[in-house]
């Protein structure tokens, strides 16, 4: 019976987000999410939350397999780890992937329509609307005391939603300056600029000289991508989305003076040089080419980013990169985006126990080095980062770890992906279409107050 009203609620929303349209680009880009409406607390969502974790435990044996929704970046370490869990514990695993823009709506669909369903990759803007429709479920109970000290702080918050923790994280990310340390040499610089404004300073500087198209290029087509380097733009900046961004609570402060200035500068970047003014039409994927290509200097990028950068027969400038916090401003030292993930046991599944066991294993050390060696995914547990062995074999360990303490979340809201299509448009209004940034943000300030809920 909860498995049809579940069915039924997500076919629901499903269908809202088919036919509201997104106008995204296809592809595997990092972060990435859909516009997908959620709707507010219906009888439906009344009933399933007093429903909510009341599965068949003690009841339940072991299975045959459980399903697995991913993204298909990174599938070579997740089929090891598929293989050592089958050896240990008899049950098969079923793999399905999606490219990264698709994976939303894949686990909508394959829940909504019955289908089996354990275990789905958990961006870190899905826990509050998942775990508001059910789709779900908390893990607090099948963890054993103190099993989330071993994380980083970041990692382990940003899969919580209302109290409760839904996720078990296994990539720790933010965003990262790349830059050509070889283009700085040449331009007489020592080091990577410290601040937005030295990097425009710089930026103009190896233009000038011929080093380089631009200083840097952004990935600033509208799409997710788009929201996660204004975001490190904003926090650079020295603003902040909400009174209370902690708690993600509190007022909006999104027509903020510091809102404003990291916004005018977005737009000025690419229209004084500094920037590719192609960067509209960007994402943050392939945004990657042209730095790889040498014709820039800078790009902000995920960790993933490091190997293809690195790799002698993806990039031009393999052994070149450099990979350092974020710029900063005169109010803060740096502001970046937080993003990695994890995985989430689904409200349907009959061998939660079972699914839990799996997600326990992607945190194991050995499993966490298989992914950081593959796909350079950051760790999620803290001894890594102090391993010397490893630390001294992947230097990104080190270049890495400093941002975590200045990664934000973006908003924790059930209608996130609303939020952020409000935001995308409002951005891109004004970096391509040239519009106010002040009026803008005021209209954006207007309508988020009076359509998110918190």
């Not at 599938?75 to 992937?97: A, D, V, Y």
């Not at 020592?190 to 380089?212: A, C, I, R």
């Not at 079972?354 to 966490?368: D, G, H, R, S």
Request: aromatic content about 10%.
């Amino acid at each position: 019976m909860r498995r049809k009203a579940i069915s039924l609620l997500l076919a629901t929303t499903l269908a809202a987000v088919l036919l509201s349209g997104c106008g995204e680009e296809s592809g595997e880009t990092s972060n990435t999410t859909k516009n997908n409406t959620v709707e507010e607390e219906s009888e439906e969502d009344a009933i399933l939350n007093n429903t909510a974790g009341s599965s068949e435990e003690g009841q339940e044996g072991k299975p045959e397999k459980l399903v697995v929704v991913i993204s298909s970046e990174g599938t070579g370490p997740m089929e090891k780890t598929i293989e050592q869990f089958t050896n240990e514990t008899g049950i098969e695993i079923e793999l399905i992937s999606e490219a990264y823009d698709n994976v939303h709506n894949k686990i909508m669909t394959m829940v909504a329509g019955g289908s089996q369903c354990d275990i789905v990759c958990l961006d870190t803007v899905w826990p509050a609307e998942f775990a508001k429709s059910n789709l779900i479920l908390p893990v607090d109970d099948y963890l054993e005391t103190g099993f989330g000290d071993k994380f980083t702080d970041i990692s382990w918050k940003q899969l919580q939603y209302d109290g409760h923790q839904y996720g078990i994280p296994t990539g720790n990310d933010a965003k990262w300056l790349f830059y050509n340390k070889e283009i700085l040499e040449k331009a007489g610089y020592k080091e990577p600029p410290k601040t937005w404004q030295e990097l425009g300073e710089m930026s103009l500087k190896m233009k000038e000289e011929g080093l380089v198209k631009y200083g840097i290029a952004w990935g600033a087509s509208q799409a997710e991508g788009l929201v996660c380097d204004y975001t490190a733009l904003l926090y650079g900046f020295g603003g902040q989305y909400r009174e209370d961004d902690e708690n993600s609570s509190g007022d909006w402060k999104l027509n903020s003076e510091e809102s404003i200035e990291a916004l005018t500068w977005f737009r000025d970047s690419m229209e004084n040089g500094i920037a590719d003014p192609a960067s509209t039409t960007y994402t943050d994927r392939n945004v990657m080419n042209t730095f790889m290509a040498g014709d820039v200097a800078f790009v902000t990028g995920w960790s993933s980013y490091w190997t293809a950068t690195n790799s002698e027969t993806e990039s031009a400038i393999a052994g070149k990169v450099g990979m350092t916090m974020l710029p900063g401003s005169e109010k803060v030292k740096s502001g970046s985006v937080a993003g990695g993930g994890g995985y989430a046991v689904v409200s349907t599944t009959k061998s939660t126990k079972w699914a839990v066991e799996f997600l326990k294993l992607l945190t194991e050390p050995e499993i966490q080095k298989s992914f950081l060696e593959g796909v350079s995914q950051m760790p999620t547990l803290k001894e890594l980062y102090k391993d010397e062995e490893l630390t001294s074999k992947f230097e990104i360990l080190d270049m890495a770890y400093p941002q975590y303490e200045y990664a934000h979340f973006r908003p924790i809201l059930v209608q996130y992906q609303n939020w952020s299509n409000m935001v995308q448009e409002s951005i891109h209004k004004v970096i391509a279409n040239g519009e106010d940034p002040s009026t803008v943000l005021d209209s954006l300030q207007q309508n988020v107050t009076s359509q998110i809920q918190n």
